[in-house]
């Protein structure tokens, strides 16, 4: 059974680093084709893919979001960790992290998620 | 970056009709491109992958067509349960998914 679970901190100074972690289940980063995500979600607004690791250590971030975003992966805690730098108001948000499956029809979408962590960034 | 333009940005219709979501694509997505339904509080759900295949216990009623960059989730006979938020997502780009940026269902 595939289970994730997002954990960090629910409010966050403007300015500050947030560090959030995703904890996972039902499978392991270390094999080929697993790959993870992070997919935010402002307020009543859409949803906006973030960055991607796959098994092999690869890392892909959003264009728009490349400079503070980091990515990594603890495959023995079976954990994968983002981290966002200069935080802002407008990157209140929930945070979500989903698995990928790469080679596989449907899991090369967004098939499993985590329920979601609300960031607030707000002084 | 692919943009993923969805239509209407809200659909009102009453329990029982038909509804008609549109997603389209600034280029084309081949049929790399999924459906997901959110309702509050919750994870978007995978209904529909690869434009026209129903995820495992999605009911009959959801479907999906087109191909390129014109994309169309079809509900028929509405239920209660499926008023909610309908977003499309490619993966064409792949890794640099984009999400449409929503279509609100709602209860005439």
């Known amino acids: 059974q595939v289970t994730l679970r997002e954990s960090g901190p629910a409010l966050v100074k403007p300015t500050h680093t947030l560090t959030l972690t995703c904890t996972f289940s039902?499978?392991?980063?270390?094999?080929?084709?697993?790959?993870m995500t992070w997919i935010r979600q402002p307020p009543g607004k859409a949803l906006e893919w973030l960055a991607l690791i796959d098994w092999d250590d690869d890392k892909y971030y959003s264009t728009s979001l490349k400079t503070r975003l980091t990515i990594s992966k603890d495959t023995s805690k079976s954990q994968v960790v983002l981290t966002m730098t200069s935080m802002d108001p407008v990157d209140t948000a929930t945070y979500y992290c989903a698995r990928i499956l790469r080679d596989d029809s449907i899991d090369n979408y967004f098939n499993y998620w985590g329920q979601g962590t609300l960031v607030t960034v707000s002084s | 970056e692919i943009v993923l333009t969805q239509s209407p940005a809200t659909l009102s219709l009453s329990p029982g009709e038909r509804a008609t979501l549109s997603c389209r694509a600034s280029q084309s997505v081949s049929n790399y491109l999924a459906w997901y339904q959110q309702k509050p509080g919750q994870p978007p759900r995978l209904l529909i992958y690869?434009?026209?295949n129903r995820a495992s216990g999605i009911p009959a009623r959801f479907s999906g067509s087109g191909s390129g960059t014109d994309f169309t989730l079809t509900i028929n006979s509405l239920d209660p349960e499926d008023f909610a938020i309908y977003y499309c997502?490619?993966?064409?780009?792949?890794?640099?998914?984009?999400f449409g940026q929503g279509t609100k269902l709602e209860i005439k």
């Open positions: 997502l490619q993966r064409s780009d792949w890794p640099r998914y984009t």
């Open positions: 690869d434009a026209s």
């Open positions: 039902g499978f392991s980063l270390s094999t080929g084709g697993v790959c």
